[in-house]
């Protein structure tokens, strides 16, 4: 939900789940939280912790977190925003989960956030940087849910 930080999530952790077993599962969360002044250690320790809750919940779906993005307005967490996408991306194997690297395709050609993928605030995409972002999401939905696939990703 907009603007939540990962303890928001957790806090609410009971409302959120689905009614029915989900195939997969995509999170994205922690931006706000380094945006609040968390340090990165702080950030990556509590989206395990909402990993390894849904993992406990739904042991056979296929969960992905997506990386923290660069953002042209959150440019300067992008050092905390580097360590966590590290944390999180080392402990993906054992913790099983798919971590996705969906931050580098809203870099410009200088390594700086392409301000063409996001609306006038400079912190949320626009429609561009949604649909790069779709692409990485629906070939890992792809990968993990065979049915999808053939059913012309209707699921």
């Not at 994205?28 to 968390?38: C, I, P, R, S, W």
């Not at 609306?119 to 999808?148: E, I």
């Amino acid at each position: 939900f907009g603007g939540a930080s990962t303890s928001d999530v957790l806090r609410h952790y009971a409302l959120l789940l689905p009614p029915a077993k989900p195939r997969s599962i995509v999170i994205y969360v922690g931006e706000n939280d380094l945006a609040a002044g968390a340090n990165p250690d702080k950030v990556a320790d509590d989206v395990l912790t909402l990993l390894r809750r849904l993992r406990a919940d739904y042991p056979r779906a296929a969960i992905a977190f997506l990386s923290l993005k660069p953002s042209p307005i959150r440019w300067t967490l992008q050092p905390k925003m580097a360590a966590v996408n590290s944390i999180l991306a080392e402990k993906a194997k054992a913790e099983r989960f798919t971590y996705l690297d969906v931050g580098s395709v809203l870099l410009a050609p200088d390594g700086l956030p392409d301000a063409s993928l996001f609306r006038p605030d400079g912190l949320h995409m626009n429609a561009q940087g949604y649909q790069r972002w779709t692409r990485l999401v629906d070939a890992w939905l792809d990968s993990v849910d065979p049915k999808r696939k053939r059913a012309g990703k209707a699921s």
